[in-house]
Every structure is written in structure tokens, then in C-alpha cells.
């Protein structure tokens, strides 16, 4: 994607890329190869008939053509200019050395203490306050945000920290023009635009619906592009604490005396350290900046840019700047007498006191030492009591246990989120492949049903030659094989502790890690069993998209469906009604009683429902209830069935105060029973 930032590599580019990446390079906004409007003009569309930017496409030939010249020169002619460099730099070197220091301090001091905007005149007001022993305990408003530089949640600021503001506009200024005041941005943009417009410029809230630029008079539409300088995107809005989250695994004094060090190093850098330094520095900036990953704060994805580098160089600054604080002396270098013979001017009180002084940086070292060790020991103490995911070989070595050498086992995910679709059966097939050398595949395609019929010759040749198939289906992930049927054979269950995977706050408990696979033999449809009447919420191969794995409440099993919940059902013959246990579950209150729509439809492709059917609409209570629907006669001759259940979804950890799950929830399914 970065060939088509300059228009010559875009260039080059064009001949290798398909005809519809061609056409993107061409109609991207800004592209440099064609005139396209930049910025884009809500409304207006990108067209074919833009002229092609030949001042761009020059500009560039020509600063390439100047550096190949200049490469030349200095290749033929250029090693009294190299020395003479050499020598510059040399000279240069101590004022070099120490503006390195002074901007690693600079540059760390503004990613902890000013970008993430944790610090507001409003928390250093409520400071004195905050070290209440009650405030400590169950810190709320302003000292919960300042406790987040030791783990409490972070919130994500929706604008550009006020350096940022004013350094943004320092070119505007030079030009004589007046950039937008960043507190006006705030209260125009929320007067005029809704809370989910946060992290959209005007653009995008115009392509989004959440702007009618039409309701506006130009000169509001205006100030509101000019904002835009100052919106901060989803992704770049998480990054900003990004330094106050590496201080959470070092403390903040950890962070000071790590920075302070790494300044030091740069002012009088030993032998050989410039590497080190050079690198660090660059890979500090990188990820403190952006961690490059994901627009989420999961650890797996923010803690692998910082260990191999940040990490290392802050606990080698730290230990430099404490060594260094207890080798601070003043001169004491010997005085000999003058010619006349005159005695030492340093008199003993003097002595006496840089001695003190020497002890006093030395017991300051001691204890900063201690604090750090204490802060590493009593934070890590949750870790070191836990052993991630122990006692899990024992649990799929019982799973191994029911296979016989040559059988092979199918594992799906198929939850409502793609990534656990694709990643949670590797939980499973791994160790049982690699640890017991069960042939254990993973099914990975978001729609598997469209190869469904090669799916299945390959499981016929499987049972052709005597090997025996079976297939695991996680929530959501029910499958169909043309000429094959599914018989259930128990499930493959893990139940483990692992450390808890915030998002939003450093984590400090163990919470449960559970998957669940219901087990299914893969039959010849001859031999399939006959339609069962009552599907539980465990049986996943009925689960084509919607439900989460089946968990207990109030003593019934149960599934959490995300709003969208589609199940394919086997019609027995004489089937005429269908009953559906459905549950609003436990809700805030401010949201009222859930709701639930249901429909049936005929076994369309992959899945697919009609839009011709009615649904019906039920209120629901907290626990578990029965609602019928009749089977139309028009339905009632198929084979198989689909039911939908649509619900209003909600999000426990954004919509009640008490909750941390953060799945999309809509209504619990509690089973479907199928009654002549």
C-alpha cells in the first residue's frame, strides 16, 4: 500500500496490479498520480477523467535524477568532503551528544506526562485529595484517572493533547492565519454532533449519517472542517498512554529514572553503545507513538513491540541513572600545599560535610533501589502465584484419549467474532496434532459452506479407506456436508485459569478460560440418526452464526445469542409447531425488558434467509420461558428449517456501570423443541 505515496513508485507499480487495484491507485483522494480532489469534496465522487498530476510525476523524477548526480559526485570526488564531515562532527560531537540527551528527557516527558491528557487542571487540582486513604482505596473520578499511571483504566481522549494543538498550528501562525482554539473545537463539536462522532472528521461523519451538512450554514461547516486537525481516530486516540502503560510494568519512578538514565548514556555514551542507544531510541518512539497492530489495547499485540527493545533499555536506564546518583561526588581530588608551605584550605567541617553528602546519595540510591524492587515484587505477586493454563495437557491428553490411531477430527470456531473463529481451534488442534499425534485440521474460512461439497469428498476418501472422521464445532460454527450426516460423540472441553486480557487497565486477576467443542461422527447419510425433536444450546451444528458458547444461569444452560442468531433445524415429518426457550437475561434496568423476533424460513443457500417472512415479536422476562410458533404448512414439507431470532444487543461494559463483558449480548437461548 505505501507504493502509492509517491506518484514514481505508484508508477512503476501500475504494470503488476490487477485492474481493480490499478483503478484504486488511480481514484484514491490525494492520489499522487492523478489530480483527484484533496481533500475529498463530501458528495463528490473520484472520477476516471482526472488528468494524470504530470507536476508531481515531474518533481519527483527530477529530485531522484539530482540525488543519482550527487551520488556520483561524491563517489568520484568525495572523500576530502567525507573527511571534512568527519571532522564537523567530531567537533560537533559533545553539543550533538547533549541535545540526544536533552530530547530523550523532552520527548519522554511530554509521551508520559502530557499526551495522554491523564493530567488536566481538574486532577492536579484534585491531587491533595486523592492521597485519602479512602480515595486510595476506591478512587473515583479524577484520582481514578490519576491512578491510571499505576493500572487504573485509561479513558481514551477524542482530541490532540495542547502541545500537539499548538505545534499543529505553528505553520498557520507563521503564515499569519489563526489555527482553531482547541476548547471551541470541543464545544462546537459537541453541541452539533452526536457522542459517536468521536474520532470522525467531517468526511467521515457526512459518509456515516451522523452529519447533514445541509442543516448547516456554510460558515459552521467551515469551523467544523477545521477541527478536523484536531480529532484524534480511534486508533491513535489509544495510543497516546501508551508510555503510561509500559510505566504500569516499571512504575512511574521506573519510567523517571529509566529516561534519566538513558540521557545520561547519550551525554557520555560508553564504547561500543551506540547501537544500542540508536536503537532503542528509534523503536521507543515508534511504539510510544503508534503501537501498529490493532486499534485495541490487547496486550499480545502492545507488549511484543516494547519487550525486545523499550523494556531492556529502561531497566539498563534505570540501573545507570541509580549507579550514577551514588557516584555522584564532588571533586576531592588531593591539595598539596602551596610554595609557601600553607596547609590544606579544606578545613575538616568541610571534609566532613561532602562525606555526608556522599552517604546521604548513597542511602537516596538504597532506597530508590528498594522502592523499585518493591513495586516489581508486590505487583508481580498475582503472576507469580499463577501458572498459566495448568493442568491443560492433562485435560487434551483425555481428548486424545478417545481417538484411535488414523481417525481425524475437523475443528471449527465459528463464533460470533471472526478472530475466534479462526484462532480458538488451534487451542486444541495443536497439541492434540503435535503433543499426541491425533490428525487434528482446522476448518479457517469465514464460509465453509461454500466449498461444503469438497469438503465432503475429501471426508468420504477419509472413510473410504477405513479411517474414521469426526468434526468439533464450537458455538456458532454449524456445518452441512452434502451426502454426510452428523451423529453427536460427546464434546472436547478445557477448563483452565489464565491471567485476565484487559483491555483498558492493567490486568491483575485469574479469570476462567473456557472452550467447548461439541463432538459430532461423521456418518453416510444413509446411516444418519433420525431428526431429534430438541436441540440444546450446546448443539453447535445446529448454530450457524450468532450464539456464544453455552454457559450456566440461574441452574439452566443457556447461550448468549449477539442479536443475530440463525439455527438450522432438521424438520422431523410429522413436526407442526416449534417451541423456543428464550430469556432477557439480567439487564440494566435503564435498557427495559429485552425483546426477541422470530422467523422461520426455508434452508436457503449457505444459509440465507428470506425477507418474506413475518416475524414475531416477544417481550421477554429475566428467566427462561417457552414461545411457540407454528410450522406453515409451506415450511412443513422441507427437510430442514431456519430460525431467526433478531434482538436489540447491548454491551454489558459499556452499558452497566458493574459490568466488564464485552460481547455484544441480545437475548439467552435456552433450546428449541419441535412438536407434531
Not at 550533538?96 to 502530557?114: F, K, M, R
Not at 452539533?192 to 467521515?204: M, N
Not at 576531592?332 to 578545613?347: E, L
Request: hydrophobic share 45%.
Amino acid at each position: 500500500a505505501r507504493l502509492q505515496d509517491f506518484a514514481v513508485t505508484a508508477l512503476i507499480a501500475l504494470p503488476f496490479l490487477t485492474p481493480e487495484l490499478r483503478r484504486t491507485y488511480l481514484l484514491r483522494p490525494c492520489s499522487p498520480l492523478t489530480l483527484q480532489p484533496c481533500p475529498p469534496v463530501a458528495g463528490m465522487p473520484p472520477t476516471t477523467d482526472a488528468p494524470w498530476n504530470v507536476g508531481r510525476i515531474a518533481l519527483e523524477l527530477a529530485f531522484l535524477a539530482l540525488l543519482v548526480l550527487a551520488l556520483l559526485a561524491l563517489h568520484r570526488s568525495g572523500q576530502p568532503l567525507i573527511r571534512r564531515a568527519e571532522a564537523a562532527l567530531g567537533r560537533a560531537a559533545r553539543p550533538l551528544l547533549t541535545l540526544t540527551a536533552a530530547a530523550t528527557l523532552l520527548l519522554g516527558a511530554y509521551a508520559y506526562l502530557v499526551r495522554p491528557q491523564i493530567l488536566t487542571g481538574q486532577t492536579l487540582t484534585a491531587l491533595p485529595s486523592c492521597l485519602a486513604p479512602a480515595q486510595l482505596r476506591q478512587p473515583e473520578g479524577p484520582c481514578l484517572a490519576l491512578q491510571g499511571y499505576v493500572g487504573a483504566p485509561i479513558a481514551a481522549p477524542a482530541y490532540v493533547d495542547p502541545l500537539a494543538a499548538w505545534l499543529g498550528g505553528l505553520p498557520q501562525r507563521l503564515r499569519g492565519q489563526r489555527p482553531p482554539d482547541p476548547a471551541a473545537c470541543v464545544a462546537l463539536r459537541r453541541e452539533l454532533l452526536p457522542s459517536e462522532a468521536d474520532g470522525r472528521t467531517v468526511p467521515e461523519l457526512i459518509r456515516d449519517g451522523l452529519l447533514d451538512p445541509a442543516a448547516l450554514d456554510a460558515a459552521t461547516v467551515e469551523r467544523l472542517r477545521a477541527c478536523d486537525r484536531l480529532v484524534l481516530r480511534a486508533q491513535f486516540a489509544n495510543s497516546q498512554a501508551n508510555l503510561v502503560r509500559v510505566g504500569w510494568y516499571t512504575s512511574p519512578l521506573g519510567v523517571a529514572l529509566g529516561l534519566l538514565g538513558l540521557a545520561l548514556l547519550w551525554r557520555r555514551p560508553p564504547p561500543g553503545a551506540w547501537l544500542f542507544l540508536v536503537v532503542a531510541l528509534v523503536a521507543g518512539v515508534t511504539f510510544v507513538r503508534l503501537t501498529y497492530g490493532t486499534s485495541d489495547q490487547h496486550y499480545i499485540y502492545i507488549l511484543r513491540r516494547y519487550v525486545p527493545q523499550v523494556y531492556p533499555a529502561l531497566a539498563i536506564g534505570t540501573a545507570y541513572a541509580l549507579v550514577a546518583l551514588a557516584r555522584l561526588t564532588n571533586d576531592q581530588r588531593p591539595t598539596t600545599n602551596d610554595q609557601h608551605g600553607s596547609r590544606d584550605r579544606s578545613s575538616f567541617l568541610v571534609r566532613r560535610i561532602r562525606q555526608s553528602r556522599e552517604r546521604l546519595r548513597r542511602v537516596a540510591c538504597g532506597v530508590l533501589t528498594l522502592a523499585l524492587t518493591a513495586f516489581l515484587v508486590l505487583t508481580g505477586l498475582p503472576i507469580f502465584r499463577h501458572t498459566e493454563y495448568g493442568g491443560a495437557l492433562g485435560q487434551i491428553a483425555d481428548a486424545a484419549g478417545r481417538f484411535r490411531p488414523g481417525d481425524v477430527v475437523l475443528l471449527r470456531g465459528g463464533a460470533p467474532t471472526y478472530a475466534e473463529s479462526r484462532d480458538l481451534p488451534d487451542v486444541i488442534a495443536t497439541p492434540l496434532t503435535y503433543a499426541f499425534g491425533v490428525d487434528a485440521l482446522t476448518v479457517k474460512s469465514r464460509e465453509p459452506e461454500r466449498y461444503a461439497a469438497q469438503l465432503a469428498r475429501y471426508l468420504q476418501e477419509w472413510q473410504a479407506r477405513g479411517r474414521q472422521v469426526y468434526l468439533a464445532l464450537g458455538a456458532s460454527g454449524g456445518l452441512a456436508f452434502p451426502g454426510l450426516a452428523l451423529e453427536p460423540a460427546g464434546t472436547i472441553a478445557l477448563d483452565l485459569k489464565e491471567f485476565e486480557q484487559l483491555t483498558d487497565q492493567k490486568p491483575r486477576n485469574v479469570q476462567d478460560f473456557q472452550v467447548s467443542f461439541t463432538l459430532y461422527r461423521v456418518l453416510p447419510a444413509a446411516a444418519a440418526p433420525p431428526a431429534p425433536r430438541a436441540l440444546a444450546p450446546g448443539d453447535t451444528a445446529a448454530q450457524l452464526r450468532g450464539l456464544y458458547r453455552a454457559e450456566t444461569a440461574g441452574g439452566a444452560q443457556v447461550a448468549w445469542t449477539n442479536g443475530d442468531a440463525l439455527l438450522r433445524l432438521a424438520l422431523p415429518a410429522d413436526a407442526s409447531t416449534l417451541t423456543v426457550r428464550l430469556a432477557g437475561g439480567r439487564r440494566p434496568a435503564t435498557l427495559g425488558p429485552a425483546r426477541a423476533c422470530l422467523s422461520l424460513h426455508p434452508n436457503g443457500a449457505a444459509g440465507q434467509v428470506s425477507a418474506a417472512a413475518q416475524p414475531r415479536c416477544f417481550t421477554l422476562g429475566e428467566s427462561l420461558a417457552e414461545y411457540t410458533l407454528p410450522i406453515e404448512p409451506g415450511l412443513a414439507a422441507e427437510s430442514t428449517l431456519l430460525l431467526h431470532i433478531q434482538s436489540e444487543p447491548w454491551i454489558p461494559a459499556r452499558d452497566d456501570p458493574q459490568g466488564r463483558d464485552p460481547r455484544r449480548l441480545g437475548v439467552q437461548f435456552g433450546g428449541v423443541r419441535l412438536a407434531p
